[in-house]
């Protein structure tokens, strides 16, 4: 167990949809990393936060945002959803900022049909 | 952005073989993660490289780090069906970005 806690597990949803996932980091990891993994497209990096605020941004489509709470859980948000969204998100932490090792959650994965 | 290039994407060999993975970057990197993931798994961080030529071990994994630091290795002595899964090598961009290489799938006979 990473002590990184992502949820929900699953979720299956529908075109157009908009989705919350969510993720407690590890105690006292102050950074939260996003990323999406595809059949295709490998891990892909989608945002960061530190202590409540972005730090790093990747190729993250417009339609989704994420941001990090006092309590330093995060949330991602997509909207609009497409077929093409289906993926698998994780979530990770660190205790600061880069050059770190990453924890990973068990991920979301999230089915659009 | 700096990208990691890894290959094979894909090994399957028989238990007790060999297998070897490269990471490969046109760029200087500050330092290579290596990760794995078992089928159905999540990324869990085996182990960091930092130093030039720099050669590290954990029972039949060995890691290294080239001389240019613009490449690494993962070398798995004796497979065992246990290391099935995904091997990933990642590096940290510039502005706090861990970026991932492709991956390669192990796949174990026995």
């Known amino acids: 167990d990473s002590g990184v806690t992502q949820t929900p597990k699953h979720l299956i949803t529908a075109t157009g949809q908009r989705v919350t996932l969510r993720c407690s980091p590890r105690?006292?990891?102050?950074?939260v990393y996003w990323y999406q993994q595809s059949l295709d497209q490998g891990l892909q990096f989608l945002i960061q936060?530190?202590?409540?605020?972005?730090?790093a941004k990747g190729n993250i489509l417009e339609r989704f945002s994420a941001q990090q709470f006092p309590d330093l859980h995060s949330e991602l948000n997509l909207s609009s959803l497409e077929l093409g969204d289906s993926a698998l998100y994780f979530c990770a932490s660190s205790s600061t900022v880069g050059h770190e090792k990453l924890f990973f959650g068990s991920g979301t994965q999230l089915s659009v049909l | 952005g700096q990208q990691v290039m890894q290959i094979p994407q894909y090994q399957h060999v028989q238990e007790g073989e060999d297998f070897t993975t490269y990471c490969n970057s046109s760029t200087t990197l500050s330092n290579i993660q290596w990760y794995k993931q078992r089928p159905g798994g999540h990324p869990v961080f085996l182990i960091q490289l930092v130093k030039s030529g720099e050669v590290k071990k954990q029972k039949r994994l060995t890691f290294q780090f080239g001389e240019a630091k613009k490449n690494s290795s993962l070398h798995i002595t004796a497979t065992q069906t246990t290391d099935v899964g995904t091997y990933f090598c990642s590096a940290w961009e510039y502005g706090n970005k861990l970026v991932f290489g492709a991956g390669t799938i192990l796949r174990v006979k026995s």
């Open positions: 936060y530190y202590n409540g605020e972005e730090r």
């Open positions: 105690s006292g990891d102050l950074s």
